[in-house]
């Protein structure tokens, strides 16, 4: 009888044993996935890589009349020439933010997804695009270059003659 005290006395320190064994193995591994996750929320921290919102395009002579490409891909900017000046245009439509093509032989931009025209001052002629092509500020920097500023821009064709918008000569 003793024995079986005994034995059962045994039982209940092996399941409480092994009760607080699973108990410890859970809190050790709730506490080192929530250890994993800080270090890699430290190690790959929520960082957003944007490029620069201005650059230097060059000295203003090299923009002869005209919309000059160069910075369409990188910097999704044309740099145009015209009589009075130059200014720099958002290769982003209007519409949906499909980016259009510029079109020499017709003197426009059209954009391959629904067929919005801007001309080459950007304004918007036909299509669904509810405004022109937004112009950044342009100015010339400490060397003498030609710099666009894309944090600052204007949506509206009343807004064209700030001088921010438009390096005239
Ligand atoms: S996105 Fe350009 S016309 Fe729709």
């Given amino acids: 009888m003793a024995e079986s005290k005994v034995g059962g006395s045994n039982d209940l320190n092996r399941r409480e044993f092994f009760s607080w064994f699973w108990m410890g193995w859970i809190t050790f591994s709730v506490a080192a996935g929530a ?26 002579t090299e923009f002869g009349l005209g919309v ?21 245009l958002s290769t982003v439509c209007t519409h949906l933010g499909c980016t259009p093509n510029w079109l020499p032989n017709e003197s426009k931009f059209k954009c391959p997804c629904h067929g919005s025209g801007f001309r080459m001052s950007g304004l918007n002629f036909e299509g669904p695009a509810p405004r022109p092509l937004e112009r950044f500020a342009v100015s010339i920097d400490e060397t003498g270059f030609v710099k666009i ?18 390096l005239r000569g």
């Fill in 68 to 88: 000059d490409e160069r910075f369409k891909d990188t910097q999704s900017v044309w740099i145009v020439r015209v009589p009075e000046g130059i200014y720099a």
């Fill in 35 to 60: 250890i994993v996750t800080l270090l890699g929320r430290y190690l790959f921290p929520n960082v957003l890589f944007e490029k620069p919102s201005s650059f230097r395009a060059g000295p203003p």
């Fill in 149 to 166: 500023d894309k944090s600052r821009a204007i949506r509206f064709a009343n807004q064209w003659s700030d001088p921010d918008f438009l």
